[in-house]
């Protein structure tokens, strides 16, 4: 969200336009996609190419329809992205402001399940620091919201650090915790490399659900009664708690500016992090604007 070096301080957009497709996770099709550099302050926005009327969506927190497995925004006229997260996640990772994204369905596709292929291909064409300060929002108060046996929180703090606990049924996953400071450049080693997840006994219920149709061993990593089934195994020892950073990283982006704020979730997922932000900017004395 904030890496403390001042030569990330300007807006930044990509260098050139990048051409994407792939398959979207939870519909199955097919998607194009191109990312394409931004005017400062024009933050990130997506423009559904496969409509023609009311097809601009801001990416912004108080465009979040839909939290089920996925972030999906929607603009005042239905029309939707959903699986947004890891793109958001790699912006944020790599300090990019402003960008427009040309999408030709209502799915992002999923690469491998990380966010680290957007991270190659942005990193591929470069990034353009623009000439305007970015302006972060800083946290004055803690904000915390809570549900069952999941709540998130963002407290005051001088950078933005994140810290994530997870417990699940499964002998292979279990509880695991990870704490991190996003600083110099750690999201492309320590985070961006990890994939979504699944369990194989919920593949069959959630495709007669309409989901996870395009899931794959190929963008998933998928988790057995004994062992995991992707012959390469993980790419990190906790790949799942890191994935799920990765996640609220993404989500947290929709704040609209960089987090200045210590960030802590546990066992929640998109849905929480959207209501923390709602939570967030209902009351202006729990949050300030930086230049």
Known sequence: MIDINPNKQNQQTINDIISITGIGLHSGKQVSMKLVPSKVDSGVKFIRSDKKNDNI???IWSNVSETVLSTTISNKSKIK???IEHLMSALSGL???NLTIYINASEVPIMDGSSRPFVDLIEKVGIK????KRKLLNIKKIVEVKSD???VKIIPNNQFSIDFEIDFPSQLVSRQSCQLQLINGNYKTD???ARTFGFEKDVEN??????ALGGSLENAVVVGEKQILNKDGLRYTDEFVRHKILDSIGDLYLAGSPIIGYFYG??????LNNQLLRKLFSDQSNYEYIV
């Open 95 to 97: 300090h990019v402001d």
């Open 266 to 271: 546990n066992k929640s997922g998109h849905h």
């Open 191 to 193: 985070i961006a490399a």
């Open 149 to 151: 046996k999941s709540s």
């Open 57 to 59: 969506i801001e990416a």
């Open 81 to 83: 992205v959903s699986t």
């Open 129 to 132: 620091v623009q000439d305007k």
């Open 206 to 211: 959630l495709r007669s659900n309409g989901l």
